[in-house]
Nanobody, 122 residues
Framework: QVQLVESGGGLVQAGGSLRLSCAASGRTSSIYAVGWFRQAPGKEREFVAAITRSSTNTYYTDSVKGRFTISRDNAVNTVYLQMNSLKPEDTAVYYC???????????????WGQGTQVTVSS
C-alpha cells in the first residue's frame, strides 16, 4: 500500500556531501515516521536517522550526529537525508523505511525501499 523509492546515491570522495531522497507513494496517510538505515557487506542493518510526520522530532545515531540531517516535505511525500563530511565508514546501501511508529530497530517499520548505494572513497 506504500511504495518507497530512494535516490541520490553514488560515489563521492571523503569529506564530500550527498543528499538522498525517499519518495513515498500509495497510502501515504498511514505513514507517521520515516527512517534511514544502512547496511554494509557482512554487517547488520544499522539505524541512521528518523523523523516524525510533524518534522519536530528527529533522531540520529551517534556516528552521524553533526554530519547528517534528516528532513521531510509532506507536501511532496519526500524525506531527505543530507550527508556532509562523508567518511569511508559511511559506505553502505542506504534504505528508506516508513511506518506508524518511530524506532531504532528495522522491525519497527512496515515499508522499505529498494536501497541506494553510497560509496565514499578515501
Amino acid at each position: 500500500q506504500v511504495q518507497l523509492v530512494e535516490s541520490g546515491g553514488g560515489l563521492v570522495q571523503a569529506g564530500g556531501s550527498l543528499r538522498l531522497s525517499c519518495a513515498a507513494s500509495g497510502r501515504t496517510s498511514s505513514i507517521y515516521a520515516v527512517g534511514w538505515f544502512r547496511q554494509a557487506p557482512g554487517k547488520e542493518r544499522e539505524f541512521v536517522a528518523a523523523i516524525t510526520r510533524s518534522s519536530t522530532n528527529t533522531y540520529y545515531t551517534d556516528s552521524v550526529k553533526g554530519r547528517f540531517t534528516i528532513s521531510r516535505d509532506n507536501a511532496v511525500n519526500t524525506v531527505y537525508l543530507q550527508m556532509n563530511s562523508l567518511k569511508p565508514e559511511d559506505t553502505a546501501v542506504y534504505y528508506c523505511a516508513a511506518g506508524r511508529l518511530v524506532g531504532w530497530a528495522p522491525s519497527t517499520y512496515d515499508y522499505w525501499g529498494q536501497g541506494t548505494q553510497v560509496t565514499v572513497s578515501s
